[in-house]
């Protein structure tokens, strides 16, 4: 496990910039997680010549909102709860 210190400016910027890819969740040590926004973008993507894709894209969208909210905490308890 890293056991680097996060910088939670960091990934604030990676959720703005790469949310849709989850580079912010990989970053904070969530592998699972981070490949589930990729996951939902390419099959927003993918089905959105059939009017679903905003389902998928509005799901990881609202995902990456609330992952802003809860930003400061998951660095917390990426860090160990040092913070």
Same mark, same amino acid.
């Given at each position: 496990?890293?056991?680097?210190?996060?910088?939670?400016?960091? #990934?604030?910027?990676? %959720?703005? #910039?790469?949310?849709?890819?989850?580079?912010?969740?990989?970053?904070? !040590?969530?592998?699972?997680?981070?490949?589930?926004?990729?996951?939902?973008?390419? #099959?927003?993507?993918?089905?959105?010549?059939? !009017?679903?894709?905003?389902?998928?894209?509005?799901?990881?969208?609202?995902? %990456?909102?609330?992952?802003?909210?809860?930003?400061?905490?998951?660095?917390?308890?990426?860090?160990? !709860?040092?913070?």
């Amino acid at each position: 496990m890293d056991r680097t210190p996060k910088n939670l400016i960091l #990934a604030y910027v990676l %959720c703005v #910039a790469l949310g849709l890819v989850g580079a912010h969740r990989f970053y904070l !040590g969530h592998r699972a997680l981070g490949v589930v926004y990729p996951i939902l973008t390419v #099959a927003g993507l993918a089905s959105a010549p059939w !009017g679903i894709g905003f389902v998928f894209g509005g799901l990881v969208i609202l995902l %990456c909102l609330i992952d802003v909210v809860r930003l400061p905490g998951l660095v917390r308890r990426a860090d160990g !709860g040092l913070n």
